[in-house]
C-alpha cells in the first residue's frame, strides 16, 4: 500500500493516453501588435483550452490559408496579457477547423509542443501540480 497523504499527485508522462473528446470552442481575438486601438485588426481564434491562453508563445495558420498569409510574421497581442507573440506558419493547421487559426500552447499540449520545436517556440508553464495557476499565469 503506497500512501500519498501531504505529497503531489503523480504527473502525467510518455505512459499517458490521449484521446479526442468532443469540446466547447470559445473565441478571443488577437489583437495585431502594431495596430493597437484598430478593433478590427485582430487574428480570430478558437480553442478548447482558454484557461491555457496565458501560456500561448504562438499563434499558428497554415502557410496555404490566403486568409492569414499576410500575418506571418507579424505578431499579436496575447489576450488578458500585454505580452506579444508571433504569428508562424505550420501545415499542422486545419485551414476548415475553427478559424484556421490554432494557439501555440507548448508546455500545455503534445502536438503545441512539437510545432514550438519546429519554430523553437519557448515553453511557458503556468499551471501547478494542482492545477492552479502559477506565477507564469
Given at each position: 500500500f503506497l500512501s500519498l497523504a501531504g505529497r503531489a499527485p503523480p504527473v502525467a508522462g510518455a505512459s499517458t493516453e490521449y484521446?479526442?473528446?468532443e469540446g466547447k470552442l470559445y473565441y478571443f481575438?488577437?489583437?495585431l501588435a502594431d495596430q493597437e486601438g484598430d478593433e478590427d485588426a485582430h487574428l480570430?481564434?478558437?480553442t478548447t483550452r482558454p484557461e491555457t491562453?496565458?501560456?500561448?508563445?504562438?499563434v499558428c495558420v497554415h502557410p496555404d490559408d490566403p486568409r492569414y498569409q499576410k500575418y506571418i510574421g507579424k505578431h499579436v497581442k496575447v489576450p488578458l496579457s500585454d505580452r506579444t507573440i508571433p504569428i508562424i506558419a505550420d501545415t499542422y493547421v486545419d485551414m476548415e477547423f475553427g478559424t484556421g487559426c490554432l494557439k501555440i500552447t507548448p508546455g500545455h499540449d503534445p502536438n503545441d509542443?512539437?510545432?514550438g520545436k519546429r519554430a523553437k517556440l519557448p515553453t511557458i508553464n503556468i499551471m501547478n501540480l494542482d492545477a492552479s495557476i502559477n506565477e507564469n499565469g
Open positions: 484521446s479526442e473528446e481575438k488577437y489583437m480570430p481564434v478558437a491562453i496565458l501560456g500561448d508563445t504562438a509542443y512539437e510545432i
